[in-house]
């Protein structure tokens, strides 16, 4: 069974710097990784998908990275800014790629 | 173009009731997806369902059920409703069932 684990748990960071979020998964034969963004009460924002051949996506601000080997993903955000302050999900997707599995999610909040 | 969009947006049921949540999917999109997030935790895989059959089903108890109709939008029915169905319901389209997945805003069920 897949389990994904997302560390840190919360992470308070002051304007401006840069940060990585991490992931990690215990089943390797994925078929793609994706990272979202959730605002509270609200769904989820698709921010960067990466199918297993992949190793990195980016887009903007956003990098992220894939190690399928070592079953290890990293979400890296440059230059924060307080509206990034949300909570940063990552999923994988079974061999099959019909189902994904949620880690538990990074709650960032970014102050001025 | 229109997200996915769920309706109702909130609901508030009596334990034992039956519920029924409606999905529509981004147009083009063959696929739909539903997800239980309960507070505080990541989302949890419910069904799958692409070209109206279904393709995947989560660890959930048989109250549970979905379809898919021929204009692709869906509905999921939780039956017998219990105090810990209460949770955020998320509906998720794609193209094909393992391409990038878009939630919608996601239903906001309590069960009381």
């Known amino acids: 069974k897949q389990e994904v684990t997302q560390i840190p748990a919360a992470l308070s960071v002051p304007e401006g710097e840069n940060l990585v979020l991490n992931c990690s998964f215990t089943?390797?034969?994925?078929?793609?990784l994706q990272w979202f963004r959730q605002d509270p009460g609200k769904g989820l924002t698709s921010l960067l998908l990466?199918?297993?051949?992949?190793r990195e996506q980016t887009s903007g601000r956003l990098n992220a990275s894939l190690d399928k080997s070592s079953g290890r993903s990293t979400l890296y955000i440059a230059a924060s800014q307080p509206g990034d302050s949300a909570t940063y999900l990552c999923?994988?997707?079974?061999?099959?790629?019909?189902?994904?599995?949620f880690g538990g999610g990074t709650r960032l909040m970014v102050k001025p | 173009d229109a997200g996915v969009t769920q309706s109702p947006t909130h609901l508030i049921k009596t334990r034992g009731q039956h519920v029924t949540l409606r999905c529509s999917p981004i147009?083009?999109?063959?696929?739909v997806s539903w997800y239980q997030q309960v507070l505080g935790q990541g989302p949890q895989f419910i069904f799958q369902?692409?070209?109206?059959?279904?393709?995947g089903r989560g660890n959930f108890p048989d109250r549970f059920s979905a379809r898919q109709f021929p204009n692709y939008s869906s509905e999921l029915n939780v039956n017998a409703l219990l105090l810990g169905d209460s949770a955020l319901y998320l509906c998720?389209?794609?193209?094909?069932?393992?391409?990038?997945?878009?939630f919608g805003q996601g239903t906001r069920l309590t069960v009381v």
């Open positions: 998720a389209s794609s193209w094909t069932g393992t391409a990038e997945a878009f």
């Open positions: 089943d390797s034969a994925i078929y793609n």
């Open positions: 990466i199918q297993s051949s992949q």
């Open positions: 999923a994988v997707a079974n061999n099959a790629g019909n189902m994904l599995t």
């Open positions: 147009s083009g999109h063959k696929s």
């Open positions: 369902y692409y070209e109206k059959e279904e393709r």
